[in-house]
């Protein structure tokens, strides 16, 4: 796992997308469009995500999205995953803020903590453990365009902040 030059699609509003993303995870371009949207059958709608429940929150908190996680493999490609606020865990366990489907993933893998504008990951003493840009952890800043592998499953860490890595 390499880090990827932020170079491939570019959104409408000029956010640099991974070549396999479809949707652009900072505007919610594309979203799926809850049961009460007036659609043909088939057609794709744009919705105010904020109208979609649940949508933009994890494990039903509130506040606002301050980061994303977005699944490059596995089952839950192109996927993205939303961060708030404070501690958000990630595992295989219903009770956790981000929930993944992987054998490989811990019931309660990694912490990432978002806190004074910093972002942090954590591994929980995971049995498959915690890597970011094909290196393992235990606890590392993140910065845009991370590569974070869990278990099998390979994501792509996007926020707002434009911080680049010292050295």
């Known amino acids: 796992m390499k880090k990827r030059s932020p170079e491939g699609k570019v959104c409408p509003n000029g956010h640099v997308l991974h070549f396999s993303w479809d949707a652009c995870p900072y505007c919610a371009a594309a979203v799926a469009a809850p049961a009460s949207a007036q659609a043909s059958p088939g057609s794709t709608v744009l919705i105010d995500v904020n109208q979609v429940p649940g949508r933009g929150t994890v494990s039903g908190r509130r506040g606002p999205v301050v980061g994303w996680i977005v ?10 995953f939303r961060l708030c606020p404070g501690k958000n865990l990630v595992g295989s366990a219903a009770s956790c803020d981000i929930v993944v489907s992987d054998k490989k993933i811990s019931r309660k893998h990694a912490t990432i903590r978002f806190e004074a504008g910093e972002f942090q990951i954590a591994d929980l003493d995971s049995s498959n453990w915690t890597f970011v840009n094909d290196e393992q952890v235990q606890k590392h800043a993140l910065i845009d365009n991370d590569l974070v592998k869990l278990g099998d499953i390979e994501f792509e860490f996007k926020c707002l902040s434009i911080r680049k890595r010292d050295g």
């Open 71 to 80: 699944a490059l493999n596995g089952v839950h490609k192109s996927e993205d």
